[in-house]
């Protein structure tokens, strides 16, 4: 590729685009600040919808409750990220009223992502037994 460029260790999409606010090949800077979520609509032109969970605690119940963050953001042609999908995305300068990040990398659909996970988990936990 002509234009090799990489956003905090993530290479460029093999598939190329000519969108303005790419990361990878337009003009578009990102800033440290990342998430990774779930993709629940990709319907818009050019932007999808990310949903995550979290956990917060009530101190009152001294238990955990969960939260779910949604937020509008930029989704490149080059990735065309589609519903289900776990992707990364990047925080951004503001792109409209409501967009303020960026799709950098889309890691899969969410039951192999999830799998990936618990494998890594288990793999991880048996070398540590090996050693002990």
């Known amino acids: 590729m002509k234009n090799e460029k990489q956003v905090f260790g993530i290479k460029s999409p093999k ?3 000519k969108d303005k ?7 578009l ?7 990774t979520g779930t993709v629940v609509s990709s ?4 932007t999808a919808v990310v949903e995550w969970e979290r956990r917060i605690y009530v101190p009152k119940y001294e238990r955990y409750s969960k939260r779910k963050t949604k937020i509008k953001v930029h989704n490149p042609e080059c990735i065309s990220a589609k519903e289900g999908d776990v992707v990364k995305m990047f925080s951004t300068r503001p792109l409209s ?9 889309n890691l899969g659909k969410e ?3 999830i799998l990936k996970k618990k ?14």
Not at 21 to 27: A, I, L, N, S, W
Not at 43 to 46: A, E
Not at 97 to 105: D, G, Y
Not at 119 to 132: A, F, I, Y
């Open 15 to 17: 598939k190329e685009c």
């Open 21 to 27: 606010k790419c990361p990878f090949h337009g003009t």
């Open 29 to 35: 800077n990102v800033k440290k600040k990342s998430f």
């Open 43 to 46: 319907k818009m032109h050019g």
């Open 97 to 105: 009223k409501t967009i303020h990040a960026v799709i950098v990398e």
């Open 111 to 113: 039951k192999n992502y």
């Open 119 to 132: 494998t890594l988990k288990r793999v991880k936990l048996n070398q540590l037994k090996k050693k002990n």
